[in-house]
């Protein structure tokens, strides 16, 4: 069981918004900063949203990224078939003395 | 252009001791804010992240596997290495390492391909 929970799968087709939610606690997400990474079949993750909202050189402006609370949620405009993957949102904590947590990740089917 | 590559065995037995290799280029790890870190993935599962080295060679570890793992730097060779003792079936896994900042702890990219360690008898 993962610290930051997400839901395991969501789906969407072609040009649709899909919104995948990643739910913390105090320690975690409520007070440090939440990270995205996408995950394409095969491959390395790849950092898709940092301190909550940030998107790195070379991310498409269709990903964005918020936090509320000990919760964040990733957004995905304007749906693409090479969007399907696998998502994982990421935080320190403070409750921890170790590198930090991931959430268990969802799986984006582009139907 | 910053890249990593993770080395070592595909193959250990249960109870022995597994070496990766990260070997970097593009950054130096004398340099103030820098830093690598370990996470895996077995197979179908989720990340974890395993273990940080800072430039100043602050080290920190995850809290379940802390007493297994051992992260160490040679910046000469632009080398990290990390060491996980007592290995067991459980542990086979996609073996990632990527760059981090100590002022953003969260960020880890770019990311190295990947080893795959099999731990069987």
């Known amino acids: 069981q993962s610290v930051l929970t997400q839901p395991p799968s969501a789906s969407g087709t072609p040009g649709q918004r899909v919104t995948i939610s990643c739910s913390g606690s105090?320690?975690?997400?409520?007070?440090?900063?939440v990270y995205w990474y996408q995950q394409l079949p095969g491959t390395a993750p790849k950092l898709l949203i940092y301190r909550n909202n940030q998107r790195p050189s070379g991310v498409p402006d269709r990903f964005s990224g918020s936090k509320s609370g000990t919760s964040a949620s990733l957004a995905i405009s304007g749906l693409r078939s090479e969007d399907e993957a696998d998502y994982y949102c990421?935080?320190?904590?403070?409750?921890?003395?170790?590198?930090?947590?991931f959430g268990g990740g969802t799986k984006l089917t582009v139907l | 252009q910053i890249t990593l590559k993770e080395s070592g065995p595909t193959l250990v037995k249960p109870t022995q001791t597994l070496t990766l290799t990260c070997t970097f280029s593009g950054f130096s790890l004398s340099t103030s804010g820098v830093g690598v870190g370990w996470i895996r993935q077995p197979p179908g599962k989720a990340l974890e992240w395993l273990a940080l080295i800072y430039w100043n060679d602050d080290k920190r570890y995850s809290p379940s596997l802390k007493s297994r793992l051992t992260i160490t730097k040679d910046t000469s060779k632009n080398q990290v290495v990390l060491t996980m003792t007592n290995m067991d079936p459980v542990d086979t896994a996609t073996y990632y390492c990527a760059l981090t900042y100590y002022y953003d702890p969260g960020w880890f990219d770019p990311w190295g391909q990947g080893t795959l360690v099999t731990v069987s008898s």
């Open positions: 990421a935080a320190w904590d403070d409750s921890l003395s170790g590198p930090g947590v």
């Open positions: 105090s320690s975690n997400i409520g007070s440090n900063h």
